[in-house]
């Protein structure tokens, strides 16, 4: 054990990938529910890991309004957009953990600072908005000098999935069921914004390394809650909170729940009942070199969305197109977004 990382399970797994292929394909799974009067819900489902079920169920009460956490203090109930930004800090420092300690290095203590700008076209919206600029800045405590420090966080762009899935295309699907029917594919395209961003917002925050796979995710100068994040037991956690992969699928179910609510109210004039399951697959071979030639971030994410059926199917089909094509998250994973990961300081314990 070194930084309270299994080495030897880390090692035992790429055994087994070499071994059987099928152990190197991980499948994680969230839903999220949106109703009027009730608020916005996200969870996590079971993860495949390999072949082996991970019962994972982690719930998160989301901020509905998708409004700027800055201009209003509310329950401290992070947007969506808190949980996609958790995914994308907590990602790269998990790697650059497991890269140390593959390399030997005894970390005091490692943070990551995460700066996001987001560009928005409708006053204190940010569900809506673009991400134009992701910066991470990661800052470790070792006794290892500057320069080995400095060559793992070199490294972690390359092989973060999170990281990678915001810097690559990835394919992101939709459907649209009414009960026990037929599922409906929904095709979306990427909306160019009509008119000039009206203001831009930073949005900060801190994640900061515990012990082994553990994090914490908070906001940098806003009110919010403490996010926890970790692995499943089958990946040396504990399970005190979803992974970063599962956060960015909450985050993404919680924000096609509440955009397609909104719109079939604009629509309609009113909002029924939206529930949402997103899932995602991972194949470890990319992240951890046993094959160059396979992916590293994660693979074709489908949204499966449960309509209403309290008005016409062609209309709920169309608020879902609309939830896609405005939803600030859709374009961050499915579209190429410059991210930059950088070293921030090193220095000696």
Same mark, same amino acid.
């Given at each position: 054990m070194r930084n309270s990382f299994n080495i030897s399970g880390s090692s035992e797994l790429v055994h087994e990938v070499l071994e059987d292929p099928g152990e190197a394909r991980f499948a994680y799974a969230a839903g999220a529910r949106h109703a009027p009067g009730r608020g916005l819900r996200t969870w996590t489902g079971p993860a495949l890991i390999g072949r082996v079920k991970s019962a994972?169920?982690?719930?998160?009460?989301?901020?509905?309004?998708? !409004?700027? &956490?800055?201009?209003?203090? %509310?329950? #401290?109930?992070?947007?969506? +957009?808190?949980?996609?930004?958790? $995914?994308?800090?907590?990602?790269p420092l998990y790697t650059t953990i497991a890269g140390g300690t593959?390399?030997?290095?005894?970390?005091?203590?490692?943070?990551?600072?995460?700066?996001?700008?987001?560009? !928005?076209? &409708?006053?204190?919206?940010? %569900?809506? #908005?673009?991400?134009?600029? +992701?910066?991470?800045?990661?800052? $470790?405590?070792?006794?290892?000098?500057?320069?080995?420090?400095?060559?793992?966080?070199?490294?972690?762009?390359?092989?973060?999935?999170?990281?990678?899935?915001?810097?690559?295309?990835?394919?992101?699907?939709?459907?649209?069921?009414a009960g026990s029917g037929a599922a409906h594919a929904v095709a979306w395209q990427r909306r160019e914004p009509d008119e000039e961003p009206i203001s831009e917002h930073v949005l900060r925050r801190r994640v900061a390394w515990l012990s082994g796979t553990q994090f914490t995710s908070e906001a940098i100068g806003e009110v919010g809650a403490v996010l926890r994040v970790d692995q499943?037991?089958?990946?040396?956690?504990?399970?005190?909170?979803?992974?970063?992969?599962?956060?960015?699928?909450?985050?993404?179910?919680?924000?096609?729940?509440?955009?397609?609510?909104?719109?079939?109210?604009?629509?309609?004039?009113?909002?029924?009942?939206?529930?949402v399951n997103c899932r995602a697959g991972l194949d470890i071979r990319g992240l951890m070199n046993i094959d160059p030639d396979v992916a590293v971030g994660?693979?074709?994410?489908?949204?499966?969305?449960?309509?209403p059926q309290d008005g016409s199917l062609a209309g709920e089909l169309g608020d879902v197109r609309a939830a896609a094509e405005e939803s600030c998250l859709v374009d961050l994973i499915a579209f190429p977004h410059p991210a930059r990961i950088r070293f921030a300081q090193g220095t000696g314990a």
């Open positions: 994972r169920r982690f719930t998160v009460e989301v901020d509905d309004d998708g !409004t700027d &956490a800055r201009l209003k203090d %509310a329950l #401290g109930e992070p947007g969506s +957009l808190a949980l996609a930004l958790t $995914a994308v800090g907590s990602c593959a390399r030997d290095i005894s970390f005091d203590g490692v943070e990551l600072a995460l700066s996001a700008t987001v560009a !928005t076209r &409708a006053e204190g919206s940010l %569900a809506t #908005g673009r991400v134009t600029g +992701l910066t991470c800045e990661i800052a $470790a405590t070792s006794a290892s000098g500057p320069a080995t420090l400095r060559e793992v966080v070199e490294q972690v762009g390359r092989h973060s999935p999170v990281h990678r899935t915001l810097t690559d295309a990835t394919e992101v699907r939709f459907f649209g069921q499943p037991k089958q990946l040396a956690g504990v399970d005190w909170g979803p992974n970063p992969q599962e956060y960015l699928l909450m985050a993404l179910a919680a924000d096609i729940a509440r955009l397609a609510g909104l719109n079939q109210e604009r629509r309609t004039g009113r909002s029924g009942l939206w529930a994660l693979e074709s994410v489908t949204c499966s969305v449960v309509l």
